[in-house]
């Protein structure tokens, strides 16, 4: 959070810190507050004038007043409002850029400090998968809690590639089978997650055990969406044979428990990480299908903002993570 200075220089919630000068006084000093700019960035990142004056704890009359004026200075409207929505202008999607620019200065400058303290503290804001239990065996977010009281965590899960900096996110957890590709992040490689192709014996038992992948086309497939709401072709690989293909099937989703529930109930044939299917095999709800042949596995990503220094609530988050899942830094 940006810390936020009353008009007078005292910690309130009307300023952030950069400049004093008084509501009402921008346009006749013709000096650019930069806490206009910083409040514009929390306008658009919000949606909406109410819930941006919410989250900074802001009269809504005193936050449009404050955009009304950074208009007034700079000669042209930032955005087109109406009862219903905002709609950003040319210029103003030039401003946000600059705004954006001094809003992740103020945050690796309170990164700075906060890097310097003993303790975690204040809200770490996580992006999640949506099939975070299939991933969260070991009790991550329950460890984490209990070690680090005073941080507060906010979950946001969702299939979605969430912007990280205009979004304020701290951190995404993604699983994938590539390196994301943005260079305006770091991402750190948590685990390697094998998948396997499994049925329930019962569905095995109706509609017969493939003896090849060309064979998976007589059957009924159970397809996991991808972050742009499609179905992956399968990919299996033995040695150096591959093989791929898109059966036809009743149910896609983007929750591999709801997958893996499905197969159990018999609809289909699911790929599932091994770790995700280990129990359904062991209670003989479900088995494996061509166990020689493999899916590319599922790599758990950490994706942080690139900045060289992190908060210490990030660090022990990240700490937390490479500990219960067993992996390099």
């Known amino acids: ?85 905002l709609a950003i202008t040319d210029f103003g999607e030039a401003v946000l850029d600059h705004a954006r620019r001094l809003t992740e200065e103020t945050e690796a400058t309170l990164a700075l400090a906060q890097h310097r303290q003993a303790k975690p503290q204040g809200t770490l804001r996580v992006s999640l998968p949506p099939n975070l239990l299939d991933i969260d065996h070991e009790g991550v977010i329950a460890t984490f809690v209990e070690r680090h009281p005073q941080v507060r965590l906010e979950l946001d899960l969702s299939p979605r590639r969430v912007d990280l900096l205009a979004e304020r996110f701290d951190l995404a957890l993604r699983a994938a089978t590539a390196l994301p590709d943005d260079s305006t992040l770091v991402a750190r490689r948590l685990v390697d997650l094998p998948v396997g192709l499994f049925a329930s014996p019962v569905y095995l038992k109706c509609r017969g055990q493939p003896a090849t992948p060309e064979a998976l086309l007589q059957h009924r497939a159970l397809h996991l969406l991808g972050s742009q709401g499609k179905a992956g072709v399968w990919s299996l690989h033995k040695a150096k044979r591959v093989w791929q293909g898109l059966p036809a099937g009743p149910v896609a989703a983007n929750s591999m428990a709801l997958l893996r529930n499905l197969a159990v109930q018999g609809l289909g044939i699911a790929a599932l990480t091994l770790r995700d299917a280990t129990t359904a095999v062991q209670q003989k709800q479900l088995q494996r299908v061509l166990p ?27 700490a937390v993570l490479q500990e219960l899942l067993g992996v390099a830094r």
């Open 1 to 85: 959070m940006v810390p936020m200075y009353g008009a007078s220089g005292s910690r309130g919630s009307h300023d952030f810190g950069y400049h004093r000068s008084m509501p009402g006084t921008i346009a006749q000093s013709k000096e650019l507050d930069a806490n206009d700019l910083l409040l514009f960035a929390r306008v658009i990142e919000a949606g909406s004038f109410s819930r941006a004056a919410e989250r900074l704890g802001l009269p809504k009359s005193t936050l449009s007043r404050r955009i009304a004026a950074l208009e007034t200075l700079l000669g042209e409207k930032l955005m087109q409002r109406s009862t219903r929505r």
């Open 292 to 318: 020689a042949w493999s899916l590319p596995a599922v790599t758990l990503w950490c994706v942080t903002p690139g900045r060289r220094l992190l908060p210490a609530r990030t660090r022990a988050f990240l």
